[in-house]
Each structure stands twice: as C-alpha cells, then as structure tokens.
C-alpha cells in the first residue's frame, strides 16, 4: 500500500519493511525515477525535502515528491545517499504546482524544477580524477597528453575534469581519461559541491576594557604623544562611526580613515579592537514601514470597494481599469489589508523592464516589506530570497514570470497586471507555462485571490468574465478626470517624398513634436522594430544578405557597423559587394529604432534625444537609469520598441507617435488584431497622464483597417465583439485550446518526414482538428527546419488530457525510429 506524506517524518511501522521516495532531478526524463530510502534516513526524509542520488554514475541533488512503500518491479532501486537539509526545500504547493504544469504544458516536471529552482539548489556532480598512489611514478608506458595529466595529478593528487580540459587545451578529454583509469593511473568518482556561499562581512568592535572612558582618554592621550597618527586615526574614526551609525564594518571604517587592513590587523593584535566574521545578506533592506500618503479618487473607492466585494465571492477579479485610471494605488490599497492580516503578496509584472519603475513607488510605501526578484540577480542573490520569501519573513514579492516558483509560506493574493501581455508566456525552453495562467492554479493550492489588471483585457480573460468564472470591476475614467488621449491617423501615402521608402517623420508628426517642445513637455515614439534598417536590397537584381543559420533577412545595425540576425544572434560584417551581380548599390528599405534616433537627431537638433530597445539597454541597471532621466525631464524625445508601451508611467508627456502602425497590423496570426489594439491602446495612454488631453499620431497606409477605428475611439467592447465574432467562426481560443506541434532538425527531409508521420496519425484520430503539417514563414532557425502542425481542440478536460496522452505516446514511437531519433518535437500548450 503506498501513502504520501507532507512534511511530518516518516516512521515505517516494520523496519524490515522497504520504504521508497520518487524524486523528481532536473533532468527531461518522461518520468521520475523511485530511489531507495535508507533506515538511518527515514526518520528526516519527507515530502519536498532536498536529497543527495545517483544516475547513471553522477550525482544530482533531486526532490523528493512522495514516499511510499511499494518497492518497483522492473528495477532494485538504488539507495538515497544523502539528506541535504534538515527542513524540506519546497512545501506541498510547489510540488502540487510543478506537477500540474508538467501535466498541462505536456514537459517533465524535472524541466519544471530546472526552471524553478535558484541554480545553486539544483547541484550535479562534478567529474574528479584521484591519483592511484600504488601506480608509482613510472610513466614511461603513458603518451604525451596522458603524461601531462598524470605529471599534475602526481603533484596535485585531484583534478577537476574543467582542470584536466585546461592542461591539455581541449574540450573532449574523455578518451584520455579513458586510458589512465584503464593504465590504474587514476581513479574517478563524483563529487556533489554545494555552490551557494554566504556573504561574510569583518565587523569591527572595541575591546570591553575601552569600554571605560577613562582608559580610551589614556589610550587616546599616549597616542597623541608617541606620535601614531595613522593608528590615532583610524580607532577616532571608529569612534565616530559607531556613534554616527550603530555597528562599523572593517570595508567602511578602512574606507573613512583611508586605511590598510593590516594597520587595523595591528589594532586588534594589540587588543584594542575585536575582528568578527559575520554572515550578511546580499541585498540592502529598508526599514519596515507603511506609509500610504496618497488618497484614492471617488472612483479609484468605487471600484477597489467592488473588487473586494468580488474577491469575497470568487477566486479570480479583472480590474479593467483604461490607461492612467490609477490602477497600481487600487493595488497598492489591497497590498496594505494582506500585509495587515500577516499574508504574503505576489505581485507580477510581464517584464523585468517594469520592475524598476513600480519598485520604487513600492518601497516608497511599504519599505521593507517589499523584495524584487527576477533573472538578473546573480545566484546566491537569488538563493538568499528564496529562503526569506519560505520562512515567511518577505511580505510582498514583485517579480516577473518566474517569481511565481518561489515557496510561499502564506500566500493571500497575486496581483497580475498588464495580464494580457505576452511576455507572461514562457517560449524557449520548456516549460512553456503561461504566468497568468499558472498563477491562477497556484492562487487555487493557497485558497488565496487572484486579481488580473489590464486596460486592454486578453480575449480570453474577458471571456472569463462574460461567462462568470471572473469577477470584473471597470474603471472608466482617468485619474484626474483627464481626458483619454487625442487619436490623429496620418495616411502615409498622401505624403510625397524625395526619397522613395516609408515615411519615418510625417510633417504632422514633425509639427506637433516642435509644439510638445516648445511647452517643455515629452514625447514618445514607438517602433516594433529595432537596428537600423531591417533588411537591404540590391538596387540592382534585388539580392538579400541572408543568415547563414536562419531563413531571414538580417538587420544593419549602424552604430555597430554590421548586420545581425535577430533569430539567432549572428552578427555579420557589412555587406558591400552583391553576392548575384557583384554590385555595389545597396538600399535600406524600411526603418527600426536606431534610423528614427538619427532621423530625430537631424530634425530637432537642439532636443536631448534616447533610445530604449534591446540594443541599448544590456546591463542590469541600463533601463532604471534611462526612466530616471526621461523622468527627471533630462530627455526630451524617447524613440523605442515595446518596452516604451508597457506600464510605464510618465508625466510630462504630451505627445505619442506610432511611426509605423503597418508593422504592427500584418502579422500572420490569428490574435493580430487584439495584439494590435493592445500595443497601440497602450502606446497611446503614456500620453496626457496628468494634465491636459495628451495626442497620439498613428502614421498608417491602410487607414480603413477595423482596429484603427477602435483605437481612435479608446473602445476595447468594440474591439473585444468584433474578434469573438472572428473566433467563434473559426473556432480559435476562448472557444477551442491550441496546441502547437513544430518538428526541428538540421536536414529538412529528416524534419519534413517526422512532421507528416505525426501528422497522420493525429489526421486518423483527430482529422477535424488538425491543420498542416505545414512550413512556416521563417522555416529555418539555428541551423534547424521547422515543420508545424497546429490543433484546435474542444474545451473537453477528458478528451484534452486524452489527446496529450496521445501525442506524447506518438513522439515517442516517432523518436525511436533510429532515422528520426535527433528529431526535436516542441509541443506548446496555449502557443501565442
């Protein structure tokens, strides 16, 4: 009979009895292998515990899911090795989490956990070579590469294979290893290496006999005298440290007095002072306290009233709320009441763009009860959070995607704002969880609330609320009572130009960015495109330059002089000479950020101009600092790509440009007129937040496409009725599931054959919902042919499951066939 257990021990009622732990290792296995429990570990070892197993003859540290006692068939399983901690690492929830996304995203739940879990708690084991002293020192009978490594094992008794890799300058080592274990020069075996270090700092303290002040006045006085200026110095500026600061750090007082560590190591072997190592955190924290010095609009009261009333009749609210209506001080209102009731919030964003801005309105309120966490932080940053968001100590959590994996003790509420946004959608590699989505079931193990924010709902949210799985609360006016932003459409093509090409600055454009300047205010001008000029052209027979590893045009990229593949990364020096014709005539045809950057530069050249896409903002801290400019009015004109569109809260900008609506209104998907209306509905509201009616000029060619028209009138209802419509007649989500089936590899027959193989089979028992196989437009990324099948499956939970189940059985039997065994087969779950 097999139990499960939570987190109390296990205690066998036969200790003759086998007891077995299925752990779960961060490996993409199609199932979690059962390990042995050994009698001395029994009585620590529960659920979600950290342990210490052996496959394949190397070590990983895995989870333990369950126990039970039913000893496995087919295989003796092998003993756990070690306990790793003595409290469990994740609590029931994550497993119950980690599980559910494995089962409805079609992924293992070791890819689960290899996405989950800090890189420092998901240990495998490292390869190390110890000398076999009964070999001697005889290496005649060993060859020059297998002489060098003997040479340094004899000098060093253990190598790291990253060492051995070093003497020899290669990578593939294996066969020389090969012959020293078979020549017994050496031995092999595994070592597991926890990699999280903690952070020590040198704490200063005076000895407890200077405590007296008439002995620090005498050591002061003789010192003054025997003419010891530097040590002098340094015990005056720790004494004004710890009066002006409470405790001294060996960093900061040596900093202050300008002083070696060896003149303060001199201090303390005269035991004037004391030298303590203490473990710190890695993260400045703020006092904890809560000041809310704002006060909410009639209607911010209204509807954070109606979204409570909600809350307390249903587990998952939409606040609808239209650009700058003041949504985050609704948030920010709740975040206070979960606190007060001793609850943990998770608040997430789609991006860790935004996360800059909203933490410091954060921690402007709540101080240290806020902690951000995202991808950025280094390793034992992230491990360091980890650990205070599971003892309960971290109140609230702002994160992107990834911060839903953290072990929330006692988790209330998860705030999930701009949830229509895509960026919620995990894409390579997998899981390929959708963060929304997740955060709902997660929400569901807590019996905690889950409110979704957005002014521009996704289809599927809004259907939710129309169907009355969500509550919805609307927010329709801007705070403020401004006025939604002006919408003026420019049809490009009555403009006539010297130069034949798109249009980047449109005289009405160019007027109204004088006008904003000439009031001191700010504008915005948003293209999806980033680089120079997204492809050129011979002017002659009409040559491309092309990746060399993708079927795609590259981009010139001008301020680093080369052209580069935005699929895969390739950079590739400039192209001169036409590869068909030998020509030299090339022309750049349409625009990104960086030409409009150099087009505003000429045109306004007194304006302080910025740009914020991929290419500018690298570093950690890049984006933070370019807002706080924008902010502090020390740019006038930003020209960027999405991260210009999302969230971002500006007050002196009066004017929004769309240079190139076009880009945004052709994509081949069946969710391009929703996202269309997001990205322009959400460009356009950075305008106008705090005072006058702001103004959007959306540049266009096909002025008569419906969305525009929605767009113009801020109407998301009309927008939302119009694609229902759509997705009802051709059966696309809300009203079906998709599931995305792309076959990858690097000879396009190989791909093609393992696609139509799928394919037919899924046509004998799924022929009314499947479409393709088929190629899509970029075929080819990464050296690797894609073929895609596409399935729109009814809301059934049954015939889903059972179709999944189907699915994965096909890959396998598709997979052992020797000829398509190097297949990569991608299934997505709910592809966007």
Known sequence: MAYNLTSSPLFSPDPNEGVYAEVIIPLALPRNYTWAIPTHLRANISKGSRVEVQLKNKKYSGIVKTIHTDKPTAFEPRDILNLLEEQPLIYPQQLKLWEWIGDYYMCSEGEVMQAALPSHLKLSSESILTYNEEFGENFSDLNDEEYLVAEALLLKKELKLSEVQQILDAAHVYPIIKGLIEKKVCMVWEALKDTYKQKLETYVHLEAAYHNEENLAKLLNEWSKNKAPKQLELLLSYLHVIRTEGEVTQTNLLKKANASSAQLKGLADKNIVRLEKRSVDRLPTLPRDIKIDFELSAAQVEAAESVERVLNEKSVCLLQGVTSSGKTQIYIKLIEQYIKAGKQVLYMLPEIALTAQIIRRLQKYFGGYITIYHSKFNPNERVEIWNKIKTGETKVVLGARSSLFL???????????????????????????????????????????????????????????????????????????????????????????????????????????????????????????????????????????????????????????????????????????????????????????????????????????????????????????????????????????????????????????????????????????????????????????????????????????????????????????????????????????????????????????????????????YAAYVSGPAEPAINRVRNQYLYELLLKLPKDAQFLRQCKQDILQQVSIVQSNKRYRSVTIVADVDAV
């Open 407 to 765: 072990p929330f003790k006692e988790l209330g509420l998860i705030i999930v704002d701009e949830e229509h946004d895509p960026s919620f959608k995990q894409q390579e590699p997998a899981p390929r969880y959708h963060g929304r989505d997740a955060a709902i079931y997660y929400a569901s193990l807590y019996n905690a609330k889950v409110l979704l924010g957005s002014a521009t709902p996704s289809i599927e949210s809004y259907f939710n609320t129309q169907a009355g799985k969500y509550g919805l609360v609307n927010l329709t006016e801007r705070y403020g009572n401004v006025q939604m932003p002006a919408i003026q459409i420019v049809d490009v093509k009555t403009i006539i130009t010297k130069e034949k090409g798109k249009i980047i600055l449109s005289p009405q454009l160019t007027e109204a960015i004088q006008q904003s300047l000439q009031e001191k205010k700010q504008v915005i001008l948003f293209q999806n495109r980033r680089g120079y000029s997204p492809y050129q052209i011979c002017g002659v027979c009409g040559w491309i330059p092309q990746c060399e590893n993708c079927d795609v045009t590259l981009t010139y990229h001008k301020a680093k002089n080369k052209l580069q593949c935005h699929y895969c990364g390739t950079s590739y020096p400039l192209v001169l000479t036409c590869a068909a014709c030998g020509n030299h005539n090339f022309v750049q045809k349409n625009f990104g950020t960086e030409k409009i950057e150099e087009a505003l530069v000429e045109a306004f050249p007194e304006a302080k101009i910025a740009r914020m896409d991929y290419d500018s903002i690298r570093g950690k801290n890049d984006h933070d600092a370019l807002i706080k400019l924008f902010e502090q009015q020390k740019i006038d004109i930003l020209a960027g790509t999405q991260m210009v569109v999302k969230g971002l809260d500006f007050e002196h900008v009066n004017l929004v440009g769309i240079v190139d609506a076009d880009g945004i209104l052709n994509f081949t998907d069946f969710r391009v007129n929703e996202r269309a209306f997001q990205l322009m509905e959400q460009v356009s509201g950075r305008a106008g937040r705090r005072e006058a009616q702001g103004k959007v000029i959306v540049q266009v060619s096909n002025t008569h496409h419906p969305v525009l028209q929605f767009v113009q009138h801020h109407s998301y209802e009309e927008m939302y009725r119009f694609e229902i419509e759509n997705r009802k007649n051709f059966f696309y989500p809300p009203f079906s599931r998709v599931i995305q089936l792309i076959c990858k590899h690097k000879d396009k027959n190989i791909a093609e054959e393992a696609a139509n193989i799928l394919g037919q089979f899924l046509n004998d028992k």
